[in-house]
Nanobody, 115 residues
Framework: QVHLVESGGGLVQAVGSLRLSCTAS???????MGWYRQAPGKQRELVAS???????NSADSVKGRFTMSRDNAKNTVYLQMNSLKPEDTAVYYC??????????WGQGTQVTVSS
């Protein structure tokens, strides 16, 4: 089992920046890690992902503003969020998908962007 711990959420004004971190208890056999978000009344959606090989993917709504990266030595992935908008307000969740397709979730961290 993999435990994921997120940090870095908070309250920020529009056009500001935040960096989220997600540390895994182990990176053994993790195929992909991703950041998802869920706003009130909306479905959870993929924000960005990164494979074990380093390939990244991001939602069109955050392209050019959010960047996902990883530090394998620290078992940590990051989501650098710039030019934040009020519509980015959501609970952000870290996700890990194992080579055998089992998925794990973090507890979530709240990001609130004020206008």
């Amino acid at each position: 089992q993999v435990h994921l711990v997120e940090s870095g959420g908070g309250l920020v004004q529009a056009v500001g920046s935040l960096r989220l971190s997600c540390t895994a208890s182990s990176n053994f056999a993790i195929r992909t890690m991703g950041w998802y978000r869920q706003a009130p009344g909306k479905q959870r959606e993929l924000v960005a992902s990164i494979t074990s090989g380093g390939s990244t993917n991001s939602a069109d709504s955050v392209k050019g503003r959010f960047t996902m990266s990883r530090d394998n030595a620290k078992n940590t992935v990051y989501l650098q969020m710039n030019s934040l908008k009020p519509e980015d307000t959501a609970v952000y969740y870290c996700n890990a998908v194992m080579n055998w397709a089992t998925s794990y979730w973090g507890q979530g961290t709240q990001v609130t962007v004020s206008s």
